[in-house]
């Protein structure tokens, strides 16, 4: 079955540790997204790629940094940068370019600073 | 830059009845596509109707249907017939035609009461 894999599901980190969500589509699509949610409020994009070896800035991407090595993953790495890390993660992908499409969501990471 | 309001964000609505949820955009762009999504308590976004701007007719997907009113840039979802597994929040969503950038407006959350 085609879909979008995010892992793990919940994510601990230290204070001052970088850690790693993985994010990984079978879909063949090209566009990928990472968004932020935070308890009741919208998502809020962090970074997105178009095509591998591109990748933009969201309007949160402080802190944050991605990589696009492959079509089919696109990593997310929260750094100690970020001051305020504890928060839910949502990874998605869409075929991208100009056509009506929608965007394929992961089940989501909840990462918490402990 | 765009950015999608959704004014209301908690509705409530008895099983079986009909519920319109809020959404407006900004844009300069004359060809884009709108989104709602839902978001039930497992977090998983799911898409629940599309909309392409060149189009006049309002988009209709069984109990969801849409009020599209371009020069006021307005994208409502009606809900009809509610029934309880349509409680959640509930996302209004642009996407531009050229261009891979999805935004989010706020939220709704919607609870259907029996």
């Known amino acids: 079955d085609g879909g979008i894999t995010q892992s793990p599901k919940y994510l601990f980190r230290k204070e001052g540790q970088n850690v790693t969500l993985s994010c990984e589509q079978n879909?063949?699509?090209?566009?990928m997204y990472w968004y932020r949610q935070d308890p009741g409020q919208g998502l809020r994009l962090i970074y997105y790629s178009q095509i591998v070896n591109d990748f933009q800035k969201g309007d949160i991407a402080e802190g944050y940094s991605v990589s696009r090595e492959k079509k089919e993953s696109f990593p997310l790495t929260v750094t100690s940068a970020q001051k305020n890390p504890t928060a839910f993660y949502l990874c998605?992908?869409?075929?991208?370019?100009?056509?009506?499409?929608?965007?394929?969501f992961g089940q989501g990471t909840r990462l918490t600073v402990v | 830059a765009q950015t999608v309001t959704q004014s209301q964000p908690e509705m409530s609505v008895q099983e079986a009845e009909t519920v319109t949820l809020s959404c407006t955009y900004d844009?300069?762009?004359?060809?884009?596509?709108l989104f709602w999504y839902k978001q039930p308590p497992s977090r998983q976004m799911i898409l629940v109707i599309r909309?392409?701007?060149?189009?006049?007719q309002n988009a209709t997907e069984n109990r969801f249907s849409v009020n599209f009113q371009k020069a006021a840039k307005s994208f409502s979802l009606k809900i009809s017939d509610s029934q309880l597994g349509d409680t959640a929040m509930y996302f209004c969503?642009?996407?531009?035609?050229?261009?891979?950038?999805?935004?989010f407006g706020g939220g709704t959350r919607l609870m259907v009461k029996p």
């Open positions: 844009t300069s762009e004359n060809n884009y596509y």
């Open positions: 879909l063949n699509h090209d566009a």
């Open positions: 969503a642009f996407k531009p035609e050229a261009g891979n950038m999805l935004t």
């Open positions: 909309q392409e701007a060149y189009k006049q």
């Open positions: 998605a992908s869409s075929r991208g370019g100009s056509l009506n499409t929608e965007a394929f």
